[in-house]
């Protein structure tokens, strides 16, 4: 079958660095999302990896790495407003996208 | 440019009613989607379109129907709502396949 895993919790102080992790085993690869979901709102578009590597963008980067199935959301200079779900969702071999549950992060002053 | 919009956003229905929710996107997208999201649990796809008059089942097809008579509208059906039907409801449209989806801002569903 195919699955996503993500922490389901995690917490960090504002001005500080996390790392949200995602592995995933999915039929194929054509690339990974990641979405910020503030809690009673629609997701929003953050990255796309389809090659090994990182992309930055501003204070969020996100890193692939294919042959481990896994990827990392890195969020520096953390503010308040960053507390929100991150979701990872993977774009298989028939470009069907699959979630995962969603990583809340809580941050605190 | 309103993107994607969804109505109603909230409702509250009785066990056997029928309802339609409606999404509409003017972003001239080729693909759209029906998404539900519950407590815990990632989206689940429930129906998807790949162009106008097109429609396929998702993971969870069951107790919906979809329709797609116009590229900007995607409808989503409930023929007798149950309470397990109770949930947040995401519509979502895209251009290609390995483009960002953009989502409406949801409709919140109770089936009492």
């Known amino acids: 079958g195919q699955n996503i895993d993500q922490p389901t919790e995690m917490t960090a102080t504002e001005g500080a660095i996390v790392q949200i992790n995602c592995t995933y085993q999915?039929?194929?690869?054509?690339?990974l999302f990641w979405y910020q979901q503030h809690a009673g709102e629609a997701p929003t578009f953050l990255s796309y990896?389809?090659l090994d590597g990182l992309e930055e963008k501003g204070r969020f980067s996100s890193f692939l790495s294919r042959s481990k199935g896994y990827s990392y959301l890195l969020l520096k200079e953390l503010q308040m407003k960053d507390s929100a779900s991150y979701l990872c969702?993977?774009?298989?071999?028939?470009?069907?996208?699959?979630w995962g549950a969603g990583t809340k992060l809580i941050i605190k002053p | 440019n309103a993107g994607v919009t969804q109505t109603p956003k909230f409702r509250v229905l009785k066990t056997g009613q029928s309802m339609t929710l409606l999404c509409a996107q003017d972003?001239?997208?080729?693909?759209m989607y029906w998404y539900r999201q519950d407590p815990g649990m990632g989206l689940r796809l429930i129906h998807y379109?790949?162009?106008?008059?097109?429609?396929a089942k998702g993971e969870v097809p069951d107790g919906y129907n979809v329709s797609r008579l116009k590229k900007q509208n995607f409808l989503l059906g409930l023929e007798s709502a149950a309470p397990s039907q109770t949930s947040v409801y995401f519509c979502?449209?895209?251009?290609?396949?390995?483009?960002?989806?953009?989502f409406g801002d949801g409709t919140r569903l109770s089936i009492l």
């Open positions: 969702a993977v774009l298989d071999s028939n470009y069907q996208l699959i």
């Open positions: 999915t039929s194929g690869f054509n690339g």
């Open positions: 379109s790949v162009g106008e008059g097109t429609t």
């Open positions: 972003m001239n997208h080729e693909y």
């Open positions: 990896n389809v």
């Open positions: 979502a449209s895209q251009m290609r396949e390995n483009q960002p989806q953009h």
